[in-house]
């Protein structure tokens, strides 16, 4: 007599109830919401210990990051302490879901590739949980179309808009993976919870997680940005990276440090590349009548001097008063006057004129590194 075999046979479905908690949509939660897949499995006191945990550390090292006094060290010591805690919420839910399986409804679950597991690693790297479920063409396919699109969204950066649009696309990428992961699964059984609700949450994972979020921070709340020349020296040294506001519903004022793309006229010859973007100080706003001697600034019938510490005088500058009489370098509304703190190092608007309010880009407000130099920017 033939003895049947264990071999996995294509699509097999298991009884809905043998498999009363799926580990791996757990850990899918608990990437989304931590604690959400405690909460699935129904261990609601670790759920909530778990997000006031992870969340409390990640709203810790957002403040200590972003506010203007906050300390960068401890930013990365509330996130380092809030990653390990959410790796360690990742493999609780997985746990607390098996558990609620009981040793029959585990047995029942290994017997066949887990389709579960399958969207997670398709939801790591598109493509890998095809390869998982030995699919490899579709996989090889969705991996090859991944990388593509993630190179060409490195490359392509004429916008943030532009930008955050190839994200999704290859966050959709990925979801489309996540999709086809679970069909093509061998062990494929009925959905538990209903598989429109992981389509819900697949997608959010990889919308929220990925292009939304940094399009949220990078183009609406903090933005940052290296200075590569020493020309705001003593203010911001050479290689500093520093956290900035973008420059969106304020116009400039005098004695504010900005960042901006330079006009044509500051560099001779064509550009082929992206240009970076400057550090310079506003000297002058629109109406203001600017004269340039040498290297000295007179702005309004007033010279722009330095102060004991060899930078510019602020209370100086915003202290300017108003033009007593307009002059044929009176600027135009939309254009600002920019100078280097370090005046005699600095290749500014005295050598390429005036420039166009419509190149500001940021105000910077903080230094985040290196350590050493970290902190409030006057």
Known sequence: M????????????????????EPWVAVLYTWLIPGLGQWYAGATRNAAMYFLLVTGFGAAAAYFMFSAAGSPVAALACAAAGLGLFVRAVFDAFDKAAAANGVRGEAQRKLHKDPWLAVFLSLL??????????????????????????????????????????????????????????????????????????????????????????????????????????????????????????????????????VFLPPPAAFPEPQSGPVPPAFKRVIAVGGDSVAVRGNRIIVNGTAVTRNSGAALDLSAIRNIGAPRARTAHTLAPDEIFVAGDDLANSFDSREYGPVPVRNLRAYPYKIYWPPAHAGPIQ
């Open 2 to 21: 033939i003895q049947p075999t264990t071999q996995e046979q294509p699509n097999e479905a298991l009884p809905e109830s043998a498999v009363r908690r």
């Open 125 to 258: 790297f598109p493509g890998v949980g095809q390869m998982f479920n030995r699919r490899m063409a579709p996989g090889i396919a969705f991996l090859g179309l991944w990388l593509g699109a993630g190179m060409l969204e490195r490359t392509i950066k004429s916008s943030l808009l532009t930008w955050y649009l190839l994200s999704v696309f290859t966050a959709l990428i990925g979801f489309a993976a996540c999709l086809h992961a679970w069909y093509s699964s061998p062990g494929l059984r009925p959905a538990q919870p209903p598989l429109r609700t992981l389509a819900f949450v697949v997608a959010a994972l990889a919308l929220l997680r990925g292009p939304t979020a940094v399009f949220a921070v990078n183009g609406f709340l903090a933005v940052a940005h290296q200075c590569r020349t020493g020309a705001m020296r003593p203010t911001i040294e050479e290689d500093d990276r520093v956290l900035c506001v973008p420059a969106r519903n304020r116009a400039p004022r005098r004695g504010d440090l900005v």
